[in-house]
């Protein structure tokens, strides 16, 4: 890409971080047989969500046993059992899906929080490795919302996202996710209120209210619309100096829905991608200055 202004440089940039084009979101279960599929699945979950946490706290309670505190014998075993632990719930995690990985992106921005064996074991896994919906999924969906499959609706539309999160793909949720969100919320909940009582310095419970309050939202697809066009309202109104080297993709309206978003299409670099963001032309410290 040739070099062009900070300015016109900037708005791709902005745009990476809001999305890309159009696309579909996963069908709530209004066929018999994927009900019973529902139905069938959360017990699944929540057994497992058991057997790990149960797992979980004997390997604690039986490995630092006996252990003096303080000392560098339990503090070297503690290190392998939150390791052990992490990579347990992380494999729990990628198992369950959906909110789950919701709640490893949690854990992995927890510092100083949460001890860094699970930081560092979910930020490494969670963040860019999400379970991707298959595209006839897309297209079974989308014909639903919109009356026609995505090729029919739009010039070009790439079967393979460009990228996937723990509730969506650009812009998709994943299936089902409606569907189960409460109840895995619910099972979620009864493990860390167990391990609580059997662990009392083990209090979560302030993670699952934060992730009960803002899930709602984050499945609501025109809240995350309306927040995009009000990031530029409150740019132009609070920050003028620099609102004109913030931009949004424009959201096609008519084609989007609580489950389905469409954004004008733009390639960009991670705001965090320094080698690309100079391969646009851009230098970091011109991005530094302004504040």
Request: overall charge negative; hydrophobic content about 40%.
């Amino acid at each position: 890409m040739a070099a062009r202004s900070l300015r016109s440089k900037l708005l791709v940039i902005g745009s990476a971080v809001c999305g890309g084009s159009g696309a579909a979101f996963i069908a709530s279960s209004e066929d018999p047989s994927r009900s019973l599929k529902l139905c069938t699945n959360i017990p699944v979950r929540l057994f497992r969500n058991t057997l790990t946490a149960a797992s979980i706290a004997f390997d604690y309670e039986y490995s630092l046993l006996g252990l003096a505190e303080g000392s560098s014998e339990k503090a070297k075993v503690k290190h392998e059992v939150h390791l052990r632990s992490a990579q347990k719930l992380q494999e729990l995690c990628f198992k369950n899906g959906g909110i789950y990985i919701k709640l490893g992106q949690h854990i992995g921005q927890l510092d100083y929080l949460v001890p860094e064996e699970y930081v560092h074991t979910m930020r490494d896994s969670m963040l860019n490795k999400c379970p991707v919906s298959s595209y006839e999924q897309v297209c079974e969906v989308f014909k639903k919302e919109v009356g026609e499959t995505p090729d029919k609706v739009f010039a070009e539309f790439d079967p393979v996202p460009i990228a996937s999160a723990s509730l969506a793909q650009v812009h998709v949720q994943h299936a089902h996710m409606t569907d189960t969100a409460a109840a895995d919320t619910a099972a979620v909940g009864v493990i860390v209120n167990t391990l609580h009582r059997i662990f009392p310095s083990f209090d979560y419970r302030w993670l699952l209210d934060e992730m009960s309050e803002s899930l709602p939202k984050e499945l609501d697809f025109l809240v995350e619309a309306k927040n995009s066009e009000k990031c530029l309202d409150n740019f132009r109104k609070m920050s003028p100096h620099i609102a004109e080297y913030v931009y949004a993709p424009a959201v096609y309206w008519n084609l989007s829905s609580s489950k389905l978003l469409t954004m004008e299409f733009m390639d960009g670099a991670q705001v965090n991608d320094v080698a690309n963001i100079k391969k646009l032309g851009i230098q970091p410290y011109e991005v530094s200055k302004l504040r």
